[in-house]
């Protein structure tokens, strides 16, 4: 079983009138099964924690990255490949911008990996 968290997040790319408008796209689903406390984990909060994560994404090169968060019960999160495989996924720079993007605030016993596509459209 999965649930779905749906983001939308908006963002100018410039702030001239002539550049359109860049919106990025994010959907990240709770992996159940690598994530043993789902049932406990509230849908609100978890938004919020990939949402911060993603905020300073203001565009995706090539237009679209596949990738999973680990949120850990220290607090970190780990990016990796979706699939664990590390010539497949992508993880964008804009997620490694500082130290704090890469925590959460979930009170959690075991890991729980999520996995996350962002999409950019014009």
């Keep these: 079983m999965r649930f779905v968290v ?7 790319v410039s702030k001239s009138h002539k550049r359109p408008r860049t919106i990025i796209t994010t959907t990240s689903l709770m992996v159940v099964d690598a994530c043993p406390q789902s049932k406990k984990i509230d849908p609100k909060r978890a938004t919020k924690e990939i949402e911060e994560l993603i ?21 970190r999160v780990e ?6 495989d590390p010539s497949r996924g992508v993880v964008p720079t ?16 075991k890991s729980c990996r999520f ?8």
Excluded: K, N, Y
């Design 6 to 12: 749906l983001l939308m997040v908006a963002a100018c």
């Design 55 to 75: 905020g300073p994404c203001t565009t995706i090169p090539g237009g679209t990255a596949h990738f999973s968060a680990t949120l850990l019960p220290d607090g």
């Design 79 to 84: 990016l990796a490949s979706p699939t664990g």
């Design 94 to 109: 804009c997620l490694l911008q500082s130290q704090s993007q890469l925590r959460h605030r979930l009170r959690l016993t």
């Design 115 to 122: 996995d996350v596509t962002l999409d950019e459209r014009h």
